[in-house]
């Protein structure tokens, strides 16, 4: 089996994106067992980050994990559940943008453009699953700019338990790629203005 190169960071942290990113882009699919002695050869490190990395998917909801039984890609949730979260991950964002949005600087601007540049890549090419992905990155990147590690947990764990839908909405909403990564940059556009109002109101239409 290959061996997956890291960069040096957190073992963990860079684990976790990869296999979130195999689970998002359906390169791992719903039910599928997860060995951690495979992860452990594939990535060339011991089974103590790869636990660890599981139990953090696990907690975002990504994963299944059960004593005895194993580790597993979870199950898609019933689509009713959507009623539910997508309000209650509008709320967590907008809080998160209030308390940060007076003290915007040119390298959160810079951040999010990076992931903006690939989101438009991934429009032009009509990869849906790394538009997705990009998608949920410039988000989370507005939420952990907040800087409090709860709020980040509470965001991942609502928003990857129906990462199906996300694709879904996209496929159904959009006529051209390319206008989903517009939007986002339009976002960014009423971000610049400073006006805490219009910004929240553009972020909350962004989430549906």
């Not at 195999?22 to 050869?41: I, K, M, Q, S, T």
């Not at 959009?174 to 203005?193: C, Q, T």
């Amino acid at each position: 089996m290959a061996t997956t190169p890291l960069i040096a960071f957190s073992l963990r942290d860079q684990i976790v994106e990869h296999i979130r990113n195999d689970v998002l882009r359906g390169r791992l699919a719903d039910g599928e067992r997860l060995n951690e002695a495979e992860l452990a050869e594939r990535f060339g490190v011991s089974r103590t980050p790869i636990r660890e990395a599981l139990q953090q998917l696990t907690c975002e909801g990504l994963l299944d994990g059960r004593r005895n039984v194993g580790v597993k890609v979870a199950h898609r949730p019933p689509d009713s559940i959507r009623e539910l979260v997508v309000p209650i991950r509008r709320s967590v964002e907008i809080f998160a943008l209030k308390s940060f949005f007076d003290t915007i600087t040119d390298d959160d601007f810079n951040n999010w453009n990076v992931i903006l540049e690939q989101m438009r890549i991934a429009c032009l090419a009509g990869d849906f699953p790394s538009i997705s992905e990009q998608d949920l990155a410039f988000h989370r990147a507005i939420v952990r700019r907040a800087g409090q590690t709860d709020l980040d947990a509470i965001w991942a764990s609502i928003v990857f338990r129906v990462r199906h839908h996300f694709w879904e909405t996209q496929h159904r909403n959009y006529a051209e790629p390319i206008a989903i990564y517009e939007e986002h940059v339009a976002i960014l556009d009423v971000f610049r203005k400073g006006d805490i109002d219009a910004a929240v109101e553009a972020l909350a239409a962004n989430i549906a």
